[in-house]
């Protein structure tokens, strides 16, 4: 009986101890509030989005890894200001925009998706476009290379893209840079962008280009010359 | 007799054609999607542009072929009941 009532007390005092130390703890986790996983979005202002997974993987070389730290996006060729951005210059130093838009690839499938980024326009105007330049080329970080001309950047307010419903480009898609090559056919929309060239040669042809691909990519003609 | 001899020999050519155009008509289709794979495999002759050039082309054939085969094996079968 004395076992019994001993063991009694030491659970009434143990007991109310665990549940306060249990109780302490949780209080103390939710004044602090952790960062959760980012998650796409799928719908934007009324319009069904795309998943991030539902690209096929169509690059040259397969995924690009791009170490952010030591990541430098070129602006070379007919500009007054030739420069080097890191990726949080590029990010800071430019007015961000986000647009739905879908890109149709040469094998059969699309996807809608909400885009956000800067204006390639804003780049080429901060270093000051020479009169002589007509193309816009683009690198990447695999050696794959297409080209747009001057007007087209211009006039269409070209996206290069950062984020993709919401979240930051995922490796597989692009990171850290994917233009966003509105009414042109995917091959245009160049992933791990690591320099923009500006030219007057338009006769250039990137990677597909000068494997039969048309140059001038508009959705509505043949990608085939 | 010599009919259904005729209708044999196309029955065979066409049985053929059929076999040769569904595994171009597959591989231009591995050639469009795993570009890389089939380019190295055929030592870089079936690029992807390639590809999608002989598997646009092949979709016509392949369909006429197919409607033949079918066709030859009704026409042959009707042709030997009917002997």
Redesign the interface.
Known sequence: MKKVIANIIVLSVVLPLILTTINSCGVSEMNEPSELEPVEIREYEGTKLSSVDDF?E?S?E?PQYVDVESYQLKLTGLIENPRNYTYEEVINEHQHYKKVITLDC??GWSVTILWEGVLVRDMLDKSGLLPDAMVVIFHAQDGYTTSLPVDYIIDNDIIMAYKMNDITLPTERGFPFQLVAESKWGYKWIRWITEIELSDDINYRGY?ES???SNTADLDGSF?E | MKNIAGLDFIKIVVHWLLIIVTVLYLVTGFGITEFRIVETFTFGLLTKSLAFRLHDNLLIPFVILLILHILANILLRRCKVAT
Do not use: A, H, P
């Open positions: 096929r169509n040259i397969g040469v094998e597909w494997r039969g691909y085939l």
